[in-house]
């Protein structure tokens, strides 16, 4: 294992600079980033999320790993840009909320799915973005998951597991397919349904008026409408598939409890929400469990 790893960040902003931030305090690599906006590089350093702000990639050598944290459509450019690092890194990953359209990016753009690349994607976040929300602590106690390719070198899986069980992370692998199937369901259509309701609400009512009356269940279900647009934008474009299974299968449901307040029916009712209590009351003691779990190192 490489004892202090050169570890470049490309995109500066929630996610790498929160990654950036938890190994540089705990002094486990010497942090490289990188950002299409020039001026974030010098923020980062001046916030000691960084060691080394790179205005240009191509000065760039002899890192150990490249952690790739900007939107998944912009995932091509990146990878075009650290193309010459390529041959003589031990470790290229990931952190885009789709799986699939990651590793077709890479393919695409280097011709060959390499064998330090190890595709990843962090099950932590906010609903804030930049380099000012890092937050050091972000990814302790969360699952943090990979999908190996069948190119995966040992050597790479293990320096990525380590860098992420470094920041506090649960790392697990899992198909790719897989990977966009649960997030699909779990991540991906929350959001979705966020975003519209919010965006119902706010069309309905004039100069927003209705916010004013609103408390903690509105809050609850609407703070990840606050998410990053472009971020979202390019989440269901490049999961759209899995996306629009579930949402159809969701549609289907809601039809029903529609139709059921409309009949009056209040058993099917009673039914549903017994189930989805009963579903949403494990979910509490799964991440109950979670928060008990070993100190984070
Ligand atoms: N926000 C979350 O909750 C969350 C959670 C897990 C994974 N992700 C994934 O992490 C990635 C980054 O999300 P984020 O929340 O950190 O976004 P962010 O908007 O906070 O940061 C993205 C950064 O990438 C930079 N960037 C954009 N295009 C670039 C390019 N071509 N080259 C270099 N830099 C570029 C932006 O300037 C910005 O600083 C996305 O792929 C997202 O799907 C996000
Ligand atoms: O907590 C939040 O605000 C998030 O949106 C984090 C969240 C999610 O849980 O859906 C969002 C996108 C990811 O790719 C991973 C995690």
Known sequence: ?????????????????????????QQLAELYGYDQDPTV????????????????????????????????MAMPDAVRRIRH???????????????QAVVDSVRQELGELPGCFVPGHPIAGAEKSGVTAAQADLFDRHM????????????????????????GAQVVEMPVERHDEVLAATSHLPHLLAFSLVDTLARESENREIFKYAAGGFRDFSRIAASD????????????????????????DL?????????????????????????????TEIMEERQKGPEPK
């Open 144 to 167: 943090h998951i990979l999908t190996p390719t069948s190119a995966s070198t040992p050597e790479a899986i293990e320096l990525v597991r380590s860098l992420w069980a470094q920041c």
């Open 85 to 99: 690092l390529i041959p003589t890194l031990t470790a290229l990953t990931d952190v885009g909320s789709v799986k």
């Open 1 to 25: 294992m490489i004892a202090k790893p050169k570890v470049l960040v490309i995109g500066l902003g929630l996610i790498g600079a929160s990654f950036a931030k938890s190994l540089k305090q």
């Open 41 to 72: 590089p010098e923020t980062a350093k001046a916030m000691g999320v960084i060691d080394v702000p790179v205005g240009d990639l191509a000065d760039v050598l002899g890192m150990d790993a490249v952690v790739l944290a900007v939107p998944v």
């Open 229 to 252: 647009p472009t971020m979202w934008h390019d989440i269901f474009l490049m999961n759209s598939e899995a996306t629009l299974k579930i949402l159809r299968r969701f549609q289907a």
């Open 255 to 283: 039809h029903l409890l529609e139709e059921a307040i409309e009949h009056r029916d209040g058993d099917l009712l009673r039914t549903v929400f017994t189930r989805a209590k009963s579903a949403r009351d494990y979910f």
